[in-house]
């Protein structure tokens, strides 16, 4: 089984700058990667697939990069609605794994 | 509109058995793959296994092979997780998911998408 290590466990930026999370796939994943927001008290949104490719209706400040065991998802301009646990998510195979979460504080 | 909507909270003990549904609909049911994830207490999500309604083909997280069944009655559109004998550590919240994209691969099916519509979950507490 796929093992996938976001980091940091926690996540503290201004409104307005910039938020940058980082996955790590425990094996190489080509880009069979998803990113997802969870807010609280709701179910996760898919918000990247494919390691870049924006789902539909999410904003053009969320992007996604990398490929095979180093991946980045990126915020350019942090808005208060952000507020959220991220999660990456490989689908390599059917042994789905997801990583452990990064939370986003507000400042 | 494709919608997945999850049976309601249940309450039950130790022993016990479950079945919680998830009713698909706007979409065309036998074509996708749809899955399980468990959530215990507001913490990670964890992935349990997928099925694929057109042919009722079930690919389980080895941790969750034998602990659960994941089925599907494609004439009413609803995917199915069951439990023969709950556990006090089951209780958390249960949530479907649809995959958005798959292909037919030399060696079978596999995933090529992330999971794009969810249920609202199904919160089950399990307790003496």
């Known amino acids: 089984e796929i093992v996938m290590t976001q980091s940091p466990a926690t996540l503290s930026v201004s409104p307005g700058e910039r938020a940058t999370l980082s996955c790590r796939a425990s094996q190489s994943l080509s880009s069979n990667l998803a990113w997802y927001q969870q807010k609280p008290g709701q179910t996760p949104r898919l918000l990247i697939y494919?390691?870049?490719t924006r789902a539909t209706g999410i904003p053009a400040r969320f992007s996604g990069s990398g490929s095979g065991t180093e991946f980045t998802l990126t915020i350019s301009s942090l808005q208060s609605e952000d507020l959220a646990v991220y999660y990456c998510q490989h689908y390599n195979d059917w042994l789905i794994t997801f990583g452990q979460g990064t939370r986003l504080e507000i400042k | 509109e494709v919608q997945l909507v999850q049976s309601g909270a249940e309450v039950k003990k130790p022993g016990e058995s479950l079945k919680i549904s998830c009713k698909a609909s706007?979409?065309?049911?036998?074509?996708?793959?749809i899955g399980w994830a468990r959530q215990i207490s507001g913490k990670g999500l964890e992935w349990m296994g997928v099925i694929y309604p057109g042919d009722s083909d079930v690919r389980y997280r080895s941790s969750f092979q034998g602990q659960v069944t994941i089925s599907a009655d494609k004439s009413i559109t609803i995917a199915y997780l069951k439990w023969s004998s709950l556990k006090a550590s089951d209780t958390g919240m249960y949530f479907c998911?649809?995959?958005?994209?798959?292909?037919?691969?030399?060696?079978?099916?596999?995933?090529?998408?992330?999971?794009?519509?969810w249920g609202q979950g199904s919160l089950v507490t399990v307790s003496s």
């Open positions: 998911a649809r995959l958005s994209d798959w292909r037919n691969a030399g060696r079978g099916p596999i995933p090529k998408g992330g999971f794009d519509y």
């Open positions: 494919g390691a870049s």
């Open positions: 706007g979409y065309s049911f036998n074509s996708y793959w």
